[in-house]
């Protein structure tokens, strides 16, 4: 204990510095803090929930419920949870501060009328009284139950969890239910008596001087007056939720007030369901346990993070890195040998050797004077291969950081949110490739600015179309999955400020930057092609199935995660994906390119970037196959267009990068290939 005492002194004197130059005093500071935490494992905690910072509630304390939007397996449309007939908080409605990730994925939350003491048990609360239901408002309800819409509440920022079970499966759920369908009566059934189960944490405060490491920084646990330990008091680790039925009398609740306590007992078991019918009133109640709990504060998330079929999930993941990695190996080893032997064999002879066997040879060296013509379409070349690498750094940036544990299930909407933002700034990287790019292809110093904006527009121009046309499908649905206007012009915003000025000051780096010299000069007349055995574009096809066996495993458990509400977690492994796609992705694109040239085809610019990037049409037929046999449910036309449009944006994006990945690669190929080469 005098040990600990003496370096919290020491954290406190260096924090507390006043003299000195400032960046010294942090550095000082923050190395003592960094001391403190080595020295006092037993103290400092590491959380592995960035942005979610621990509360400890006493005994009594309010415990405020949230609801967010309802979602639907069914529709894929998120709604309001006022939208329907529920009980409403005494005051007004408000909505809680929102990231722009939040928003766009279509959440809405807000502050509900379920609210009890911490670690008080309480039962039979009676809640509201609905006025008659109106022919609009039990359409609405019963139309809710058809779609099996879930009400998603939170409790310190922890998603209600349902369990059900089915045979010998114990399997759970985010949210509940807002009814059933009884197929026996053939009535719809609403779940108005909510019986909520909160496990809690007894929490017993460390030294005085404690600190809580957090992924945000540092955290201070309060301290009592006298400097010993904090008072006991309980943390919130689980919060469940166990739905049913209950038909009242309305007279015999019609003098009751929110919160009051309804006798006798509510047993749902014993009592009749309540029904859904125009011109009934619904009460609605509530009853809530706190069960005292060993899990800690750490892993409370456990819960929701477990997948069913882990271990499947890991084997597959494990068993497709090692096939790809080895197939990549194995043409990995043959290319190079290939080419070695190639160039060995011809920078061994005299160039009275190398004039006769020029004219004897055929493949990728007859080409030498045709390989760097520049190719068709060059301007739009150079503006997806700069936007693919913006998307690729975006996506390394992104999973990067979610792996390392920055953006967690707790900071809902901080993965898209950081995505946009990356996206953004990255801006100066895709101007910078472009204009280099094109500086290399065409020596045209001038139109740098055209396509610098180019690169600006292009993606995001498609990206913004094919959302506003998602966007008036949703409005007219009153979804709350509908981007506001006011959201619109903030994207704009941050584009117009954030995105253009970075492209265009990449592009003007480009622009100055010396462009790449070319090993050999470019014949005037452009060599003919032989005709070809078989077509380059089957090649070119068929070169997408194995950047697409890296994805497809994890292809899934990320398509169930966006369409089916599960949580995704695993970005490791993602990452690992991630890296192995790229070089798969280069090692087929150079692998084909070598094969066009041995075949005299120098029109290799366009292939490359299409051998790699035609993963993207595998992933568009599996986005199909997941529409047609694991979204079979899906109930309505805008539904499978909504899905439809973004697969549509997804693979757009996917093509773009590994397009990029591969046309790059190939370019560095060819260059050192032919710069290889003896050439008078």
Excluded at 183 to 206: M, P
């Amino acid at each position: 204990e005098e040990e600990e005492e003496e370096v919290c002194d020491l954290v406190r004197m260096a924090c507390s510095q006043r003299n000195g130059h400032g960046a010294a005093r942090s550095l000082l500071c923050s190395s003592a803090l960094l001391l403190l935490l080595a020295l006092l494992p037993p103290v400092a905690e590491a959380f592995y929930l960035p942005g979610s910072y621990m509360r400890t509630f006493a005994t009594g304390e309010v415990l405020a419920v949230k609801v967010n939007s309802m979602t639907s397996f069914e529709t894929e449309l998120p709604f309001g949870y006022y939208t329907l007939p529920f009980c409403r908080p005494q005051g007004a409605v408000r909505k809680s501060a929102e990231n722009l990730g939040e928003i766009l994925m279509g959440e809405q939350i807000e502050n509900s009328p379920y609210s009890f003491g911490m670690n008080r048990n309480e039962s039979s609360i009676y809640l509201c009284t609905t006025a008659k239901l109106s022919e609009h408002d039990a359409r609405m309800l019963k139309q809710r139950i058809k779609d099996f819409y879930q009400v998603n509440l939170l409790l310190d920022n922890l998603p209600a969890i349902r369990y059900t079970r089915q045979d010998d499966y114990l399997l759970r759920w985010t949210g509940f239910p807002v009814g059933f369908f009884d197929e026996r009566t053939k009535l719809h059934v609403i779940f108005n008596h909510l019986r909520f189960t909160v496990l809690i944490h007894e929490y017993e405060g460390a030294a005085a001087t404690s600190a809580m490491s957090t992924g945000d920084g540092l955290d201070a646990i309060p301290m009592n007056e006298d400097g010993g330990k904090t008072k006991s008091g309980f943390q919130v680790v689980g919060f469940e939720v166990n739905p049913c039925s209950v038909h009242h009398d309305p007279a015999s609740v019609a003098k009751h007030n929110m919160y009051d306590k309804i006798s006798p007992e509510i047993v749902c078991e014993e009592l009749s369901q309540q029904v859904v019918n125009e011109g009934e009133a619904i009460t609605f109640t509530y009853e809530v346990t706190f069960v005292k709990s060993d899990i800690r504060w750490p892993s409370r998330w456990d819960a929701y993070l477990k997948m069913e079929g882990a271990r499947v999930h890991w084997f597959s993941i494990l068993n497709s890195l090692m096939v790809i990695a080895f197939l990549a190996g194995i043409v990995f080893v043959i290319f190079l040998r290939t080419v070695r032997r190639d160039l060995t064999k011809y920078e061994d002879l005299d160039k009275e050797a190398q004039a006769q066997m020029t004219e004897e040879l055929s493949g990728w060296k007859l080409v030498v004077g045709d390989v760097f013509r520049a190719p068709r379409h060059t301007k739009l070349l150079c503006i997806m291969v700069g936007d693919g690498v913006q998307i690729t750094g975006m996506a390394a940036v992104t999973i990067l950081f979610a792996a390392l544990g920055f953006m967690s299930p707790a900071s809902r909407g901080m993965l898209l949110t950081g995505m946009i933002m990356l996206y953004l700034f990255l801006g100066i990287a895709a101007g910078y490739v472009a204009v280099r790019l094109w500086r290399t292809l065409k020596g045209d110093a001038t139109d740098w600015r055209s396509i610098a904006w180019s690169v600006a527009c292009f993606f995001p121009g498609i990206a913004f179309g094919i959302l506003t046309l998602l966007n008036f499908l949703l409005w007219g649905s009153h979804s709350t999955g509908a981007i506001p206007v006011s959201l619109f012009f903030i994207l704009l915003t941050l584009w117009f400020c954030i995105s253009v000025p970075l492209t265009l000051l990449g592009g003007f780096l480009g622009n100055r930057a010396h462009h790449i010299q070319y090993p050999v000069r470019t014949n005037q007349i452009p060599r003919e092609i032989p005709p070809q055995k078989y077509p380059s574009w089957l090649l070119v096809l068929g070169a997408g199935t194995l950047p697409f066996g890296t994805l497809f495993i994890e292809l899934f458990f990320i398509m169930s995660s966006i369409w089916l509400g599960r949580v995704y977690y695993v970005f490791g492994f993602l990452f690992v994906v991630l890296v192995l796609l790229v070089i798969v992705c280069a090692e087929v694109s150079v692998v084909l390119t070598y094969m066009h040239l041995c075949v005299e085809d120098w029109r290799w610019w366009w292939k490359a970037y299409f051998s790699s990037g035609s993963v993207s049409l595998y992933v568009f037929l599996y986005a199909i196959n997941y529409l047609v046999f694991d979204l079979r449910s899906l109930s309505s036309p805008i539904s499978a267009i909504l899905y439809i449009g973004y697969s549509v944006l997804m693979v757009f994006a996917i093509m773009l990068a590994t397009g990029a990945i591969g046309f790059l690669t190939s370019f560095m190929f060819v260059h050192y290939l032919f710069s290889s080469v003896k050439i008078d």
